[in-house]
């Protein structure tokens, strides 16, 4: 009996033991509640660039860098309206009526499905987290990177929107500049 306790024990030990170097896997990190990045865009037929803002309230608002003829264009979008701004004149839109407006609320929408932490697949490959999921405007495809949590891209393939993100700055690191 003393002998049979004894090997149980030891493979209590030896089971334990083992797992107890093991690392759980690195979860992706979430978007800063408030930061901003630029971002090249292209939807459908239309390309275009802008600087994206999320703030502390879940608001998401994009200012056109290019093409020229967008570089007056404010978005703000925030449940579910869309405000546009264009030089001096300010408009309340459906966000699918115009593709700069549509953009920038499925950007909102998959990176609101990524902070609810819904039904989401994610692959860490490489350093890149590739994150899988649906929003209420379809699925989407999200990549970051594993150490910094910086968005690199999002694809929504549905609408034909791609994106690719640089110069991602998290609120509290552009606050101290």
């Given at each position: 009996?003393?002998?049979?306790?004894?090997?149980?024990?030891?493979?209590?030990?030896?089971?334990?033991?083992?797992?107890?170097?093991?690392?759980?896997?690195?979860?992706?990190?979430?978007?800063?509640?408030?930061?901003?990045?630029?971002?090249?865009?292209?939807?459908?037929?239309?390309?275009?660039?802008?600087?994206?803002?999320?703030?502390?309230?879940?608001?998401?608002?994009?200012a056109f860098t290019a093409?020229?003829?967008?570089?007056?264009?404010?978005?703000?979008?925030?449940?579910?309206?869309?405000?546009?701004?264009?030089?001096?004149?300010?408009?309340?839109?459906?966000?699918?009526?115009?593709?700069?407006?549509?953009?920038?609320?499925?950007?909102?929408?998959?990176?609101?499905?990524?902070?609810?932490?819904?039904?989401?697949?994610?692959?860490?490959?490489?350093?890149?987290?590739?994150?899988?999921?649906?929003?209420?405007?379809?699925?989407?495809?999200?990549?970051?990177?594993?150490?910094?949590?910086?968005?690199?891209?999002?694809?929504?393939?549905?609408?034909?929107?791609?994106?690719?993100?640089?110069?991602?700055?998290?609120?509290?690191?552009?606050?101290?500049?």
């Open positions: 009996m003393k002998f049979l306790r004894l090997v149980v024990l030891l493979l209590l030990c030896l089971t334990l033991g083992g797992c107890a170097g093991a690392k759980p896997a690195p979860s992706p990190l979430q978007l800063a509640p408030a930061f901003s990045v630029s971002a090249e865009i292209l939807c459908g037929n239309a390309s275009m660039q802008a600087t994206l803002h999320k703030t502390q309230e879940n608001t998401l608002k994009a093409p020229p003829a967008l570089t007056p264009l404010n978005v703000a979008f925030a449940d579910g309206n869309c405000k546009v701004l264009y030089g001096t004149m300010q408009v309340t839109a459906a966000p699918e009526r115009l593709p700069q407006t549509l953009a920038v609320a499925l950007i909102a929408d998959a990176w609101d499905a990524i902070a609810q932490g819904g039904q989401l697949t994610r692959t860490l490959t490489d350093g890149v987290w590739t994150i899988k999921g649906s929003g209420s405007r379809g699925a989407f495809v999200f990549t970051c990177d594993a150490k910094t949590g910086a968005p690199l891209e999002l694809s929504i393939e549905h609408a034909g929107l791609h994106v690719t993100f640089r110069d991602y700055q998290p609120e509290n690191e552009s606050a101290n500049r």
